[in-house]
């Protein structure tokens, strides 16, 4: 009699070893395909789709890329709260992603820690994606915000050294203004975002006077905007931004564009001297500063060195990027994530995106263009201290409402520094209580 089941798994057998021979990837019967939601766009887009090709390429698994144009929590909100979220999506702030893990609309990532993976993200990255201690996000590759980009033929000819801590910065840019110079090229305008250049110069500043646990508490609200720790970092950050410091003074800087700041550290329309000579802002800005000077050497015309510390020890690293999370627990989004983990693609990611640091420490230096984004990217690695930006971590109505609005009164001197800090404490104080923050 003719084994019928024996037959079965034979035949079973075969095709699967069919499978392996011609795809060279074991591809299981019922994979699904993987949707994700992305606010990626232009030439970035284009990366990401290259890559989503070839992972499908090495693994089988098939996703449908759909990209958004308007706000990432407006159009995931309301597919999540119509029961149509997508398997995956990635949000440019931890606030975002908490928003929905506190109301449990995300899938836990927490099996990634247990991955080899895991020990190879730079230090702070496997915290940013975390929420009550669940891992929820995941950040493939980052911007690194505290640089400081400055005019190096002027401190080559000028004998300025590249300052080791907070005070020898102040010192520094009083020569500088001695010598006649506008130390900091400085903007805060960004249409309805104007303000956010100011917070993370709170933030970077937060992080090393108050120290990263008191940062956390302030990013958490766990203590009040009215804290004196929190008062301190706008009396330091005013040492930085008074009338003298700042080129054309403290009032010009909310009518000029961020993107427009970083171009005034080297000449510009014709005039033989920069209008400033440091400005300080994330690795992306090099984009900017390449479009308003196309002939200008990065290394040699201007470069970076690190926002520095209070002390000798390694300055904290401020950071964002975009975290990629779920929505649902599948093992095809399960190997997605883990893709993007990997070295050797998010070295490919960061060679087609320069700007964009690979948080995978095995991510070899020579992946990116120029020395300065080489420094830029081996400070995170080697970074002690690393936090996410800080207003991006906050809920939305004082992270990019209250501390927006607050900087630029403070900036124009129009309010004192009580009234601002008593404002957001209480603007703070009604989001926690009306829900709006887990909104």
Known sequence: MINKKLISLTFLTLILTIGLVFSGTFVAFGQEKVTFVTSFGGEELEVFKSLMNQFTEDTGIEVEIQPVSRNMKTALGSRVEGGNPPDMANVPNPGLMNNFARRGQLASLDWFKDTELADKMAGGFIGSGSYKGTLYGVVPAASVKSLVWYNKKVFEEKGYEVPETIGELLQLQNKMVGDGYAPWAFGLESGAATGWPG???????????????????????????????????????????????????????????????AQYILPTQGREEPRALMHRQATFIQDFIEDAHPDAKVGEDYDTFIFPSFGKESPPILFAGDLFIAFKDKPEVRELIKYFASADIQQTWVEENPGRLAVNVDVPLSAYPNDTLRNAAQALKEAETARFDGSDSMTSAIGSGSFWSGVVNYVQGEKSLSDILETIESDADNAYESGEATD
């Open 199 to 261: 917070t993370d110069w709170l933030e970077d500043i937060m992080l090393r006077s108050a120290g990263p646990e008191v940062y956390d508490q302030w990013v958490n609200h766990d203590i009040p905007w009215t804290d004196p720790r929190v008062a301190e970092a706008f009396r330091i950050f005013d040492l930085f931004i008074n009338d003298d410091m700042v080129m054309g003074g403290r009032k010009a800087a909310s009518t000029i564009n961020f993107g427009d700041a």
